[in-house]
């Protein structure tokens, strides 16, 4: 597979240029390119430009609004609401961020909800800026039904991500970002493009039966919860917090109003966001990070995000890799190279 | 094993007069006394009677004040901290929950922080009677080191139970409780008084070897968290709220400052409340239980806690198993049946 070198900044106005030319306004373009070239210098591939057709496509189709206008709500003065107005995910979330985290350092916890929205990226850069702002902060979503309760063996929870970000004072936050599935959906296309084998327990064929071939979980075959009927309650748990308790659809209903374009379906997102300082005492810091000291004092250990980290520091010197089909598919939708 | 019937009266009984035998007042046995009874009459035998020997050897030893009195306050209208003052858990959490459930249901969401608290029960008795009144809840807390960070050997994270639960009008809240292990500590404990081998990829022993038998798990061997990575991920995310969010002991530090008496060592609890009625839309309850029922109707699922629902109908006629040498252990420190 043949891998073109792209800048950081290449990146992004390749993005946007192609947002742009199929129907998103500058708001709407910036911010999925921003959640893209995130995603891109973090070496998450998965959720960085490889997304972009499925982007494309839902504009495409009419699904998705590529000039809303999302619309933040206070519930009440730990609650807020963002309606994303059928939009994408990035620009709600970037709009509701400063009164979440105003509500959470104000009353100690605060809930965003996002609702009426479509959501295709990685969850750790929503969870980062709030844990930047000195928060504790959980996030999770739901999506189409990808993977069977414990016990099943047909698609119904999503591979529902959840995030959990923990500032870190003047170190970069620790942020972990896991899909409920024994492998996230976004590693799965790329196994399957690359033709990589999965390890036994990441999913069941179209016929429920165990498999470690990427397609064949692709081609109406299914993920498994990682972790047995633990990882089944967590994905039934995040299934209630970001569509039943804010009003959104469930991934089963998600998939049955979905038109099917490839891209992401309507569905919420649920946010909660904690000061530490309130209840952690004036040490609350130093603590937690005696806490991480002696985690990572045992060998073999590390702490989430790390990889994300060091690409960070890496990629604006090295450029990102990417593969010429993509890039070429993303200038046939009209994205530009600067 | 010789196995003694008592009924639900006979062990809550037995409970309360070995507690007060052992130096708690009226209002802490009865409050433990209860926990230990919903935990035998739901058929959660490892947390029942099988740790009054531990919760008297606390109090022996004084490490555990059988008199405390909690104190709530509010740290903010949305946030309440319990000083458990030394005490049980149980005690703190009924002091707790009224203004738990009444901060929830006025700003929406509210968290409950317990300190100075001894923990030594199942999770699901706390989140049910929130669920009960109307509230989505999740509760979390560590507890002694018993299994390494993914990729390390050596204790560090609790086995860090958390528990959700979520209200269904009419009908019992869905509750589940897992720990963050492959397996809960009271079920190797029970394995191990059994005789009964656990499943690969529980533990290691204490060479850091993989093992299969309960005792040598318990003899310096450490649990290993549940689906890898991921699980390690959730057990840390607990370690941090459940200790550095709300300024208690991490349980490495707990274990640091354990007399090793064998009753629970000194920590926190953290307990989020959400009313799911705020944002979820005034169809919310028939929204989620059509969830529950598209989830029910594929073959082989079960809600998380059905088990706990159906001993609950059948142990008031049937009566509740006690191994006699258990329940001999029990009389020897002063426990009386009625």
């Not at 970002?177 to 409920?180: C, L, N, V």
């Given at each position: ?7 950081l900044?290449a990146?992004?106005?390749?993005a946007q240029?192609?947002l ?15 959640t893209?070239l995130?995603a ?8 960085g ?6 982007y494309?496509a839902a ?10 206008c999302?619309?933040?709500?206070a519930?009440?003065?730990?609650m ?11 620009l709600?979330l ?9 509500a ?17 990226a990685?969850l750790?850069?929503?969870v ?9 902060a959980?996030?999770?979503t739901a ?13 119904f929870f ?10 870190r004072g ?5 942020v972990f970002?896991?899909?409920?599935a024994a ?19 990441t999913g069941l064929?179209r016929d429920?039966k165990p498999?470690?071939?990427?397609q064949?979980i ?12 633990k990882g ?7 299934e209630?917090l970001a ?5 959104e ?15 992401p ?27 991480f ?5 045992i060998?073999g ?16 010197k090295?450029g990102i890799?990417v593969?010429e ?8 939708l009209?994205g530009?190279?600067p």
């Open positions: 597979m043949t891998q073109i070198t792209l800048t900044d990146v992004e106005q390749l240029s192609c742009l030319a199929n129907g998103c306004n500058a708001d709407n373009a910036n911010a999925v390119a921003d893209i995130q891109e210098r973090d070496g998450c591939h998965s959720h430009l490889l997304r972009l057709p499925g494309v504009l495409k189709s009419g699904k998705v609004d590529g000039h809303a999302p619309e933040v709500t519930v009440s003065p730990s807020l609401r963002v309606d994303a107005g059928g939009g994408f995910a990035p709600a970037n709009s509701g961020r400063p009164a979440l985290i105003e959470a350092k104000t009353h100690g916890v605060a809930i965003m909800a996002i609702t009426r929205s479509h959501h295709f990685a750790w850069v929503e980062e800026p709030l844990a930047r702002a000195g928060l504790a959980l996030a999770c999506y189409m039904p990808a993977m069977p309760p414990a016990g099943g063996n047909k698609p999503g591979t529902n991500p959840m995030a959990f970000g923990w500032p003047t170190q970069p936050p620790m970002d896991m899909a409920a492998m996230a959906k976004g590693e799965v296309l790329v196994a399957a493009r690359d033709g990589h084998e999965l390890p036994a327990g064929d429920g498999t470690t071939d990427a064949a692709i081609d109406g075959g299914m993920l498994l919860p990682f972790g047995g009927y089944s309650g967590i994905a039934m748990m995040i209630l569509a039943g308790l804010i009003g659809r469930f991934s089963f209903e998600a998939a049955a109003h979905d038109n099917k374009d490839g891209g379906p309507r569905g919420g997102e649920f946010i909660l966001a904690i000061d530490p300082s309130r209840l952690g005492g004036d040490d609350w810091l130093a603590h937690c990070e005696s806490f000291a002696a985690m990572l004092a060998d250990t590390r702490l989430p995000g790390d990889r994300r980290h060091a690409n960070r520091a890496q990629t604006p090295t890799p593969p089909a993509l890039l070429n598919k993303i200038k046939d009209g530009q190279l």
